[in-house]
């Protein structure tokens, strides 16, 4: 009997690895998940960073705009107004304390990287500190997961107030990731097309460009910034008739280990001057009247002074990506050979390597007979409308295809890749046979496979 439990244990687990290692099932997974999109992506440094926006945020979310909030740090350097914990369990603590500020508002989209709270002033120090090219490509995942059209960060300058590194740090990487996002060749593992069941390596995102980003600053004094952006009242009526600084003190309540003794102070005062007291007692740490941003980059027409979302539609922008990959003067649909062959003929254009984006090489191979093959498709629309594009195969006498969606959806300026199963007869002989993939109006790909008998069946992962 123990021997049949035994068997039957290694046979549950084998069943379960090759359901693990299975394909991706017939058919497109469907498009991005819109419980994340957001309309406004603020990216600050610290738990409580998210405060001095809140005037502005209470007054998006009640016009129906969708926030989500990205820091770089949990905080775990700071004091502790409330308890003994520091480092790590203050970290932790502060964490819970940002989303009950968030939740007060109606925020609950909300993404800590993995930087550490880092005292001084000095940006460079803090992104190092931070593991620059690791948050970075943490920022740029959380730009295509949200697909925000607005990012508002921190100022990326020095003025008397706003001088903590790790502000301006988060304002580098914000703005790092609003030109890196959009490029197909930054992070490519991100917008590779998944190809198994439970996949853990390629995550199926795809390129997102924001069409603004503004920079907000605690600065003493920030009258510096007027006409180089928008401004906000933080002391007029929302629609449920509370002045907006309450919404940012409602916030502020929930971090109690860093103004424990401010709330105390807070709560023992009336009305008016609680009000004083947030709105302007303390340079540096008040709520100023009005809040300023200042625009730091625009896609869309606008003036610097206007709204900040003026301007802004459903339709996506055309932007030429900092590595030189983007959709270019080209117009329609076209039909490529997908996955590493796609990613590396812009891999070599981002990085010049003019000789080997020359060369035009659709080879597979080498395949036996009766060998099982997967070919990645990718569609590229380089229209500014959504285009269902339907695709025909002709494929070599005793050959067939599995599991390939006769049509597909591709985005406004954007791509969706599949993979194409074609099986092999198994008494395929050597030599070559092509593959003809067609879409209307584009080029056809004709894709060549090797064949060697007796060879085993190509690696697929």
Known sequence: MRRLAFLAIVLLLLGTIRHVHGQVPAGLPPGPDDRFKADLLLFVAHPDDDTLAGTYLAKILEEGKRVA????TPGDSGGNQNGPERASSLGAIRQIEARRGLASLGITNVWFLSGHDTAGQDPVRSLANWGHGRVLSEAVRLVRLTRPEVILTWMPMQVAGENHGDHQAASVLALEAFDLAGDPAAFPEQVAAPTEQFEWLLEGLRPWQPKKIYFMSDAMDTRFMDGHGPSYSVTALSKKGDKYWEYAYRQLQSHVTQYREELEQLAKADAATREKMVTGAQPGDALLDPLRFIRGKSYVRSAVTADVFDGITDAPVSVESPSGTGAGSLAGVSVGLGGPWHFYHRFWTAHSVAELGGIDLHEIGPLGGGATVRV??????????????????????????????????????????????????????????????????????????????????????
């Open 69 to 72: 909030v990205v820091y770089g």
């Open 376 to 461: 990645p498709i990718v569609v590229i629309n380089h229209e500014a409308t959504p285009k269902q594009v339907t695709i025909t195969t002709r494929l070599p006498a005793g050959w067939r295809e599995m599991d390939r969606p006769a049509t597909v959806t591709v985005p406004a300026r954007g791509e969706l890749q599949f993979m194409s199963r074609l099986v092999a007869p198994a008494s395929a002989a050597g030599g070559t046979v092509d593959a003809v993939y067609e879409a209307a109006g584009a080029t056809a790909l004709t894709v060549r496979l090797v064949m060697q008998p007796g060879s085993n069946p190509l690696p697929q992962d």
